[in-house]
C-alpha cells in the first residue's frame, strides 16, 4: 500500500453531552477527498441527520481526513481506520492503531442503534414507550459486531457479535458460530475460523483454526505478531503464540507459546546450523522455530515431552463446501 491518507465521509451518533459514540462510513477511500466530495452519498446521509429524543442522541454527517501513520486522534479518525480494514482497504499490521482503545467509548449496542452507558435504564424505559415493543441489548463493548456496518463479499459469518469491526476476512472465509475474530485480525484468503483469532493475528488461504483453538496476539521478547501461513492446521483446543510458514499443523490440544520447550526430531529441517539441522535430537525454545514451514508439532503420548517433526509431502486440504463459491 502506497497511499498513507484516508478519507471518509459518515454519518455520526453523538450522544447529547457531546460524546461521539460510532460513525459509519458506507464508503471510505484510501487517499486524498474525491473531487466530487461522494455528492450522492452526501444527499443520503444528509437525510438521516438530526435528533433522536429517545436516546438522547443526534445523527450528523462528518468528513474526516487521516494520516494511517500516525496514531487515531478521535473516535472518528478511529472508526475510519476499523471501516478500511473490513472494507479491505488495508491489510491488518499496516495502519498505525497505537491507544486506539482510548478513541473508542464504551456503548451499549441495540438493536435501536447505538445508546450511552450512562443512565441507560432510562433510556431502555424511553424506547419501549416510543417503539411500543422491548429492545434487545446485542452487547456493552467498545467494538461493534462488524456486519452492522461492513458485510464483505463472499463471506459466512455464523455469529454477528463474535466478528468485531475492523476484522479483515478475505473471500471465500468462513466464520463458525464458535469463533471470534478481533479487529486488527483475519484471513488473507479463503480460511476456515472455528478458534479464537486475537487482535492482530492472520491466517492463510487454506488454513482452519479448529473448535477451541486460540492464538496470541503477539508474541513475547523479540517475536512478531502471530500469523500461520497457508494450508495450516490448529487442531480443536490448541494454541499458538508463534508464527509459522506454510504446511504446519499444531496437534488438538497442544499449546505453543513462545517459551515452549521443543524436541526438535531427527532431521526436521527447520534449523538454522551450517547443514541446515540441529544435532540430533535438540531441544529448543518454540520462538526459536518462528516460520517454520511444513512440521508438525505434537506431545509424545509416552513422555509427555513437545515434539517437532517434518510433513510427508501431503497437503492440507479443506472441504470446498465449507466455502461460498
Known amino acids: 500500500m502506497s497511499t498513507r491518507t ?5 454519518l455520526a451518533t453523538v450522544t447529547d453531552d457531546g460524546q461521539t459514540l460510532d460513525v459509519w462510513y458506507p464508503e471510505p477511500v484510501l487517499g486524498d477527498k474525491p473531487a466530487d466530495g461522494m455528492a ?11 435528533p433522536d429524543a429517545t436516546r438522547a442522541v443526534h445523527r450528523s454527517v462528518v468528513q474526516v481526513a487521516i ?16 471501516h478500511l480494514l473490513s472494507h ?18 464504551n456503548v451499549v449496542w441495540t438493536t435501536e442503534g447505538p445508546a450511552a452507558p450512562e443512565g441507560f435504564e432510562a433510556t ?13 441489548v446485542l452487547s456493552v463493548d467498545r467494538f461493534p459486531p462488524m456486519v452492522n456496518y461492513v458485510a464483505p463479499s463472499n463471506v459466512r459469518i455464523a455469529e454477528a457479535t463474535k466478528v468485531r469491526l475492523g476484522a479483515y476476512l478475505a473471500p471465500g472465509t468462513t466464520v463458525a458460530a464458535s469463533a471470534f475474530v478481533d479487529y486488527n485480525a483475519g484471513t488473507l484468503g479463503a480460511a476456515m475460523i472455528e478458534g479464537r483469532l486475537s ?14 483453538a486460540s492464538t496470541f496476539g503477539v508474541g513475547t521478547g523479540t517475536q512478531t505478531t502471530v500469523a500461520l501461513g497457508e494450508r495450516c492446521l490448529m487442531g480443536a483446543n490448541s494454541g499458538l503464540g508463534i508464527p509459522l510458514g506454510d504446511d504446519c499443523i499444531v496437534e488438538a490440544g497442544l499449546y505453543v507459546t513462545p517459551g515452549t520447550k521443543v524436541t526438535v526430531l531427527p532431521n526436521a529441517g527447520v534449523a538454522p546450523g551450517e547443514d541446515g539441522h540441529f544435532a540430533d535430537p535438540a531441544i529448543v525454545s518454540a520462538k526459536d522455530l518462528a516460520g517454520v514451514s511444513n512440521v508438525t508439532f505434537r506431545r509424545n503420548s509416552q513422555t509427555g515431552r513437545v515434539e517437532v517433526l517434518p510433513r510427508s509431502d501431503s497437503k492440507i486440504t479443506l472441504d470446498p463446501a465449507a466455502f461460498l463459491g
Do not use: F, K
Not at 450522492?40 to 438530526?50: R, V
Open 6 to 10: 484516508a478519507w471518509g465521509l459518515g
Open 88 to 105: 479491505r482497504l488495508v491489510l491488518p499490521n499496516t495502519i498505525n492503531l497505537e491507544s486506539l482503545h482510548s478513541r473508542m467509548p
Open 199 to 212: 487482535r492482530g493475528v492472520t491466517v492463510g488461504e487454506g488454513s482452519d483454526i479448529g473448535g477451541g
Open 40 to 50: 450522492d452519498l452526501l444527499a443520503e446521509l444528509s437525510q438521516i441527520e438530526g
Open 124 to 136: 431502555r424505559r424511553r424506547l419501549r414507550i416510543d417503539r411500543g415493543y422491548p429492545i434487545h
Open 67 to 82: 494520516d494511517l501513520d500516525t496514531p487515531p486522534q478521535s473516535t472518528a479518525d478511529a472508526y475510519l481506520r476499523l
